[in-house]
């Protein structure tokens, strides 16, 4: 078993910075891949970010550019900083990994004002 626990969500204004971390309560090395989803109200969970072991990394369309996924093994810790932050990237976000099965964190509330 495996808990995630997000921190680093706020409030911003737009072209704002913030940086999400997801602190697991064990090793993250055999997580494969890890993630950061996010959600808004009536809609989906909308996949972010992706991390492999093996360090590659994969982001959607809509924040690629921007938003940077990282993961420091040695600290159990994986990282979303997010720069130039629009309006439209308001939503909770979610840690995510894979180890047999899914895990997911209880989110954090990213709002970023116009």
């Known amino acids: 078993q495996v808990q995630l626990v997000e921190s680093g969500g706020g409030l911003v204004q737009a072209g704002g910075s913030l940086r999400l971390s997801c602190a697991a309560s064990r090793s993250i090395f055999e997580m494969n891949p890890m993630d950061w989803y996010r959600q808004v109200p009536g809609k989906s969970r909308e996949l972010v970010a992706t991390?492999?072991?093996?360090?590659?990394?994969n982001y959607a369309a809509s924040v690629k550019g921007r938003f940077t996924i990282s993961k420091d093994n040695a600290k159990n810790t994986m990282y979303l900083t997010m720069n130039s932050l629009k309006p439209e990237d308001t939503a909770v976000y979610y840690c995510h990994g894979l180890r047999f099965r899914d895990y997911w964190g209880q989110g954090t509330q990213v709002t970023v004002s116009s």
């Open positions: 991390i492999t072991n093996g360090g590659t990394t």
